[in-house]
């Protein structure tokens, strides 16, 4: 099992550019996380889907971001266009959606700098 | 506005002693909790979890005590090791849905 796989590891990009993060779950899971972490925040959670729907975006920032999950192995977090603070670690963590008492699986996360 | 609240951001332990880590939570639906553990340049692991029907679970080194009327957790590492050195984050779930949300860590560093 090759575990949640994200990509970019990193990313450096200019204020005002789109910026695309990608996440591959765990085959089987069928629930999806996106988090930020920040120094002030922790980890926040963004979004999360389950069987590929959207639950709860409440923890999007703003309408600059955005996310998809058009299949149950592949989904995008947008942020067009970009700002410095949006600057962080951005995680992906995918679980089984009935067996969620292990908590999630994590990928390496995507470093994003925004300048 | 933050449910979980991790109010130490740091903590040094001398190799061998007591490593406690606490967690205050304001949400009176939140049912399980656990306990991740986070090394730089990677993401959290899972380290330990407790139901609100319990108010300890151990496992090896690592044990877990759940206050629920105080709305507070606990993480004891007893004895810690230099290898422990990391970022602990606790997270609590609601009765309803799968989503746990996050405190902002503890960085525990262990000195040889």
Same mark, same amino acid.
């Given at each position: 099992d090759a575990g949640v796989i994200q990509s970019p590891r990193h990313e450096v990009t200019e204020m005002g550019q789109e910026v695309t993060l990608r996440c591959k779950p765990i085959s089987g899971h069928n629930s999806l996380f996106w988090y930020r972490q920040t120094m002030?925040?922790?980890? !926040?959670?963004l979004i999360y889907f389950n069987n590929n729907v959207p639950i709860d975006d409440s923890g999007m920032p703003e309408d600059r971001f955005s996310a998809k999950?058009?299949?149950? =192995?592949f989904s995008t977090l947008k942020i067009?266009? =970009? !700002?410095?603070?949006?600057s962080a670690v951005y995680f992906c963590a995918s679980s089984r959606l009935l067996d969620s008492n292990y908590g999630y699986t994590f990928g390496s996360g995507t470093r994003l700098t925004v300048v | 506005d933050q449910q979980v609240k991790q109010n130490s951001p740091s903590l040094s332990v001398q190799e061998g002693r007591i490593s406690i880590l606490n967690c205050d939570y304001?949400?009176?639906?939140?049912?399980y909790f656990l306990w991740y553990k986070k090394y730089p340049a990677e993401g959290p692991t899972f380290l330990i979890s407790i139901s609100s029907i319990k108010d300890k679970n151990e496992d090896g080194r690592f044990t877990v005590f759940l206050n629920k009327s105080a709305k507070h957790l606990s993480l004891h590492i007893? *004895?810690?090791? *230099?290898?422990?050195?990391a970022v602990y984050f606790c997270a609590a779930r609601p009765n309803t849905g799968n989503q746990f949300y996050f405190g902002t860590g503890t960085s525990l560093t262990v000195i040889p």
């Open positions: 002030m925040r922790g980890l !926040e959670l999950m058009p299949n149950a =192995s067009q266009p =970009s !700002e410095p603070r949006d | 304001t949400n009176s639906m939140f049912d007893v *004895p810690s090791q *230099p290898g422990d050195s």
